[in-house]
């Protein structure tokens, strides 16, 4: 198993600006995701985050919206660009081993309020 | 897309009873898993049951899969009010782009009541 944790935990933030958020793993892992999931919602996957390349984004995200860093195998931070209310959500980092994610370790949460 | 869809989507019981929620599919999964999120929280694994499994078992959580019929369902025995949280089940696709990639459910709010 894997112990990911997140930062920050929550944040409120203004219209029109950008948040970071780091997911860090207690031991590597190959393969790491982001997942957002709005109020009162099911989780719905934004992108894999590759390490070393580019992520590998879901239908409807793009990475002018939501760049991905992952510069080694135990961390991988998302940013939230340009905020606005409809962003308003938990954002959170999950972890798997092998190419295939199969069980996925997830972290608990960032939850954002954009004002 | 495939999705898993739970139902019900919210169930009330008694401490002590058994909970059963359902998940269905739409495509060829290699597996399917279940997993527990507390109010607000990160995801908590539960238990992982692979295309040729039929049942698995973790203490209080008896899983089962239909391949057939593209469905499983999750049993909680002799509930409890820690129970308290939100239930999806995720697929990982057979076949596609996204192979490899969860696609999760609705989920079930299962509250039990001391």
């Known amino acids: 198993s894997a112990v990911i944790s997140q930062k920050p935990s929550r944040d409120i933030c203004q219209r029109g600006t950008s948040l970071t958020i780091q997911c860090q793993v207690d031991?590597?892992?190959?393969?790491m995701f982001w997942y957002r999931q709005q109020p009162g919602q099911s989780l719905t996957l934004i992108a894999t985050?590759?390490?070393?390349?580019?992520?590998?984004?879901e239908s409807g995200f793009v990475i002018d919206k939501f760049p991905i860093s992952r510069p080694n195998l135990t961390f991988s931070t998302l940013t939230v660009s340009n905020m606005s209310p409809e962003d308003s959500s938990i954002y959170l980092c999950?972890?798997?081993?092998?190419?295939?994610?199969?069980?996925?370790?997830f972290g608990p949460g960032t939850r954002l309020t954009v004002t | 897309s495939q999705q898993g869809e739970e139902d019900p989507q919210a169930l009330s019981i008694q401490e002590g009873e058994n909970a059963t929620m359902n998940c269905s599919y739409k495509?060829?999964?290699?597996?399917l898993q279940w997993y527990r999120q507390n109010s607000g929280r990160g995801l908590v694994h539960l238990i992982l049951?692979?295309?040729?499994?039929r049942e698995k078992h973790s203490g209080r959580l008896r899983v089962t899969l239909d391949t057939s019929k593209k469905s499983s369902s999750l049993l909680i025995t002799a509930s409890r009010a820690a129970d308290t949280a939100s239930y999806f089940c995720?697929?990982?696709?057979?076949?596609?782009?996204?192979?490899?990639?969860?696609?999760f459910g609705k989920g079930t709010k299962l509250s039990v009541k001391p």
């Open positions: 999950s972890a798997g081993q092998g190419v295939f994610s199969y069980e996925q370790y």
């Open positions: 031991s590597q892992v190959t393969m």
């Open positions: 985050a590759n390490q070393g390349s580019e992520a590998t984004y």
């Open positions: 495509t060829s999964i290699n597996n």
């Open positions: 049951i692979r295309s040729n499994e």
């Open positions: 995720a697929t990982d696709a057979k076949y596609g782009g996204s192979q490899g990639n969860l696609i």
